[in-house]
């Protein structure tokens, strides 16, 4: 993990952990700017651009899994098989910052994204929220992910990741009652632009997870307007 680019870590006790996954042929250097994006907005936040751990198919950069001779039939079993390891990075930067899992924040790019929503999919998971930018599901969870709010990112004009990857999940989340937030980015490809970190800073600051929600609620009984917390933004009719 020595690869890995801590891009801020504050001083005394950390009130966050965000966790940078990049996508297949890239390295942690990639996502470094956006870190420094993210460190800016949240100040007492560790915020680590983590490192794939096995060399690229591409010649360069470095990968979860392999994406040669990927289809839609073999890649949930290679995410399956990576997914230990990719579980035991966030446990080790846990513990380095001393957060738990309601105080993490998983937020991955293309390959690094499908790793962050496989580690909520029909199991226990492990970050309280779940960023997808350019990503996708290799299967599609069975049951929502308990406690985990997940935050779809996705452009448009997308040409390696289809942006109707994201719709289709986000649908089937929210019709399984998850706590989901899916927005498509009319003009963007396959990449992240200023927009969408804005709108991702957005996100993670102003929309609050339901469970958190639904305790407020509880704990005030005479508050009526307990409204879906549920948001799905569609592309602008406008877009190419």
Known sequence: MSASIIAAQPGGHAEQLMLLFHGVGSDAQDLAPLGQQLAAAFPRAWIVSVQAPERSDFGHGYQWFSVNGVTEANRAERVAQALPAFLEVVRHWQGLAHVGVGQTALIGFSQGAIMALESTRDRTPIAGRVVSIAGRFAQLPREPASATTLHFLHGKSDPVMPYGLTVAAAEHLVALGGD???????????????????????????????????????????????QDRTVLQGPDDSGP
């Open 180 to 226: 989901v937030t899916a927005d498509v980015l009319p003009f963007l490809g396959h990449g992240i632009n200023a927009e969408l970190v804005a709108l991702l800073i957005e996100r993670l600051k102003g929309y609050v997870p339901r469970s958190l929600w639904r305790a407020a609620l509880a704990a005030d009984p005479g508050r009526k307007n307990s």
